[in-house]
């Protein structure tokens, strides 16, 4: 168990939808990273959050945004869904930046666009 | 040209046998991460590499910053090593790239 939880572990919707997944970093772990991982991309570093402010973006749709709330914990907003945007969803959380902290993945969450 | 590349794509082995993955990079970076995918998707973080050698029970990672080059050895390679091995270049902006990953299977 790594301590990082993503919730929900799997969503099935429809085309045009939107969805919000939810990660719960390790306590104490400051940065939480989003990925995506699609069959025909491989994993793909999304976007990243500090203490609650942007840190990184990568290649991130307009159509996702994301936050990380006083908590810690943050949200992958994902609207407008295309049927390409079917994917494993990870998050992943560190102590601090780069080079400082080992990543800690969620199970992910499989999110089905029919 | 892509920023990482993992060699080989696919490796199957016999148990007992020592295995090396290899990952080249062609940009500076902080940080080298060694990620282990089973097939069930769960992923595990196994390294987190800036200089030098790391060692972890039969798992040993190595990276040349010179060189631009990592390797990932499995010494006495068992079953329950199959899994996909990916290297991920991490830069001082916590941008993260993804190497396309290594599957690995050994067999009894």
């Known amino acids: 168990d790594s301590g990082v939880t993503q919730t929900p572990k799997h969503l099935i919707t429809a085309t045009g939808q939107r969805v919000t997944l939810r990660c719960s970093p390790r306590s104490g772990d400051l940065s939480v990273y989003w990925y995506q991982q699609s069959l025909d991309q491989g994993l793909q570093f999304l976007i990243q959050y500090y203490n609650g402010e942007e840190r990184a973006k990568g290649n991130i749709l307009e159509r996702f945004s994301a936050q990380q709330f006083p908590d810690l914990h943050s949200e992958l907003n994902l609207s407008s869904l295309e049927l390409g945007d079917s994917a494993l969803y990870f998050c992943?959380?560190?102590?601090?930046?780069?080079?400082?902290?080992?990543?800690?993945f969620g199970e992910g969450s499989r999110l089905t666009v029919l | 040209k892509n920023e990482v590349e993992q060699s080989p794509q696919n490796l199957t082995a016999q148990e007992g046998e020592f295995i090396t993955i290899n990952c080249s990079y062609s940009?500076?970076?902080?940080?080298l991460h060694w990620l282990q995918q089973h097939p069930g998707g769960g992923i595990v973080s196994l390294f987190m590499l800036s200089s030098g050698k790391k060692k972890h029970g039969r798992l040993i990672a190595t990276i040349n910053i010179q060189e631009k080059h990592s390797s990932l050895h499995i010494t006495a390679s068992h079953p329950r090593d199959s899994a996909v091995y990916i290297c991920a270049l991490h830069f001082s902006t916590d941008k993260l790239i993804f190497g396309t990953g290594t599957r690995l299977q050994v067999f009894p």
């Open positions: 992943a959380s560190s102590v601090g930046l780069a080079p400082l902290g080992e990543l800690f």
């Open positions: 940009v500076g970076i902080s940080a």
